[in-house]
């Protein structure tokens, strides 16, 4: 795709695309809760049908994939984890601290329910990866899981503040090990440990 088409007006597509997925976010949230009656599920659903007719008249092949803001920063929106135009991500929010450490506050929903009340463990893994991972990307030198291991020390919650954070505990060369955590206001929840490995040529 030629570099045009990549550099795009963040706040503008933010500004549009951002509100939409958070209105499907809640349609999701709302359909797994709703005890509507019948009449009232087979209405919502015929709206539901039309809306995805009206924006399926301009759609992109594939998935989202990664844009390019003016100022050269990819931007990944259609990320499970932190895409903002994904309904299915949080999104999390992630953030970088000067010592290294990077962590991200967040609540998850109805959507993300493993065990009854609480996160499915594969989402907390999902979590972890994108978190532990942010450790060692850097821009223009992305970093891929090469292992990720996790110890379970108890249920997370539904509908709790989370936190989940990390940092690098050392490199070797092209590897950067990092551990990292996810927990509630009472403590720990998951820990992890994983190795993210960034290629010789940058991957497409």
Known sequence: MPDHELCVDHSRLESVYGPL?????????????????????AAAKSQIDRAADELSGALRPGSFGVRRTPDGQNIAWGNVVVGLRNPVAP?????HEPDGLVWSEFVLGAAYEGPAEHVHGGVCALILDHVLGATAHRPGRPAYTGTLTLRYRRRTPLGRPLRAQAHVER??????????SLGD???????????????KQPLE
């Open 171 to 180: 490199t070797e060369g092209a590897k950067t090990f990092a551990v990292g």
């Open 21 to 41: 997925a958070g209105s499907i976010r809640r349609l999701i949230d709302v359909s797994i809760r709703s005890e509507a009656d019948p009449a009232t599920v």
């Open 91 to 95: 999104p999390l929010v992630i953030h």
């Open 185 to 199: 206001e009472h403590g720990v929840t998951v820990e992890a440990e994983g190795i993210f490995i960034h290629p």
